[in-house]
Structures are given as C-alpha cells and as structure tokens.
C-alpha cells in the first residue's frame, strides 16, 4: 500500500467521468434538437444549470420560464432519461467496487447534477454499491464550492479528513477542496474528455494537484494492496 493511503476508511466516488462515462449532449441540445423544444427568448445559460444543480430552482422551472412547453416536468423527466442512456461504466468499474466492499471499505458516491446522475444511478443499479451518496442539488452546493465537503464531512463526526480519499476527473471539482480540507486525492483521466457545461473549469492551481494520477479504474487496487 502507498504510504499516504494507510489511514484510509472512506473512499469518494466522482460518478460521471469517473466511474461512468457518457456521449454527453448539452441540456439546450436535447430540448431543443432532440426533443423539438422552441425557445422562448434567451439561450439557456450555465447558470441556469447551475442553480439547478445547488437545488435552488427544478430543471422543469427552468425549461417552463425559457421554453414554450405544454408539461415542463415531462419535458424534464424525458431530457434526465435521454441523457442516462447516453451514459456507460467504465471498463473495471463493477469489479473495482466489489474489491473496495470486500476490503470493507466505505464507499460514498457524489456528484454534481440537475437531476442526471439521479437517473443514470437509478438505471445502472449504482445505489447498491454505495453506503452513502451525496448529490449536489440535495446538499445545496456544487462539488466546486467547499460547502458541499464540508457538509459531506459533516456526516462523519468522528472520522477525520486524512481517512478519506477522493477520486474524481475533475481538478476544480474534485481535487481542490478535498486537497485544501485534508483528504487524499486521485485524479483519474477522463476517457472521453468531455465535461458538464456548467462545471467551472481548472485554473491551474498547485491545490488542484493530485496526490495521484491514473489512466484507469484498477490502478485504485494495488495503491491500496488489493
């Protein structure tokens, strides 16, 4: 085992990108090329995405006040499962996770969502693998901003940040506030090198550095003597 993991207890999933990959289409794609949706006036905006994604507004809010629809929830509920299965584990992910729930690790799975990975988590089976998931428009932050750690870590009072290991694809999102709060991190390469639209991009920062890199999900295994 690398001598940084041996304090490990809980390990951090990043889903998409991480342990799922996808033919990702932007929200405005799929409502407006593949479900013939007509905008009302203004595009819809990262923004808007991510006000969803905080859980500050429902994406059938959003698509009622930008898109002129009979049945916004409908139209939602159609756009999440459009793009769920559009989405794909990556090679090894089933077998890294039973390895991980053998070593009797905790496992958490996080994710920043308009209400996507919720389906994609609901169609793949995922919740079973997990003790505890966290989705950012439940906790009311994305994985960008400190408050979702934070209150992710809220929920092991007795654990400290150093037993925790983050992995992700994203350096803002997934590396830099773990980094900054005390846990390990692996960043792992994105194999279709695509991102959400409202994710904030890298800026490059030595705290979005990793403590480890890897290509593929296997590689978790013997850093941790699996």
């Given at each position: 085992m690398v001598a940084f993991l041996e304090d490990v207890r809980y390990i951090v999933f990043d889903l998409n990108g991480t342990l799922v990959a996808e033919d990702y289409l932007r929200h405005d794609e799929i409502l407006e090329n593949?479900?013939?949706?007509?905008?009302?006036?203004?595009?819809?905006?990262?923004e808007d995405l991510r006000e969803v994604a905080r859980g500050k507004?429902?994406?059938?809010?959003?698509?009622?006040?930008?898109?002129v629809v009979d049945d916004p929830e409908d139209v939602s509920r159609r756009l999440l499962r459009i793009q769920a299965s559009r989405t794909f584990f990556r090679e090894k992910a089933l077998d890294v996770l039973k390895a991980l729930r053998k070593k009797k690790y905790g496992l958490i799975l996080c994710s920043d969502t308009t209400g996507i990975s919720k389906e994609v988590v609901k169609q793949l089976?995922?919740?079973r693998h997990f003790d505890y998931i966290f989705y950012s428009c439940d906790v009311?932050?994305?994985?960008?901003?400190?408050?979702?750690?934070?209150s992710l870590l809220s929920h092991f009072p007795e654990a400290k940040p150093r037993e925790f290991l983050a992995i992700g694809d994203n350096p803002r999102s997934d590396i830099y506030h773990p980094h900054n709060l005390g846990m390990h991190t692996i960043q792992i390469e994105n194999p279709l090198q695509l991102s959400l639209?409202?994710?904030?991009?890298?800026?490059?920062?030595?705290?979005?550095?990793?403590?480890?890199?890897?290509?593929?999900?296997?590689?978790?295994?013997?850093?941790?003597?699996l």
């Open positions: 593949v479900l013939k949706c007509r905008r009302r006036g203004r595009r819809l905006t990262a507004r429902l994406l059938s809010e959003v698509i009622a006040r930008l898109y089976g995922l919740s009311g932050y994305l994985k960008s901003e400190e408050g979702f750690w934070t639209e409202y994710r904030e991009a890298s800026t490059n920062s030595y705290e979005e550095e990793p403590e480890y890199r890897i290509k593929e999900l296997e590689e978790i295994l013997p850093l941790l003597n």
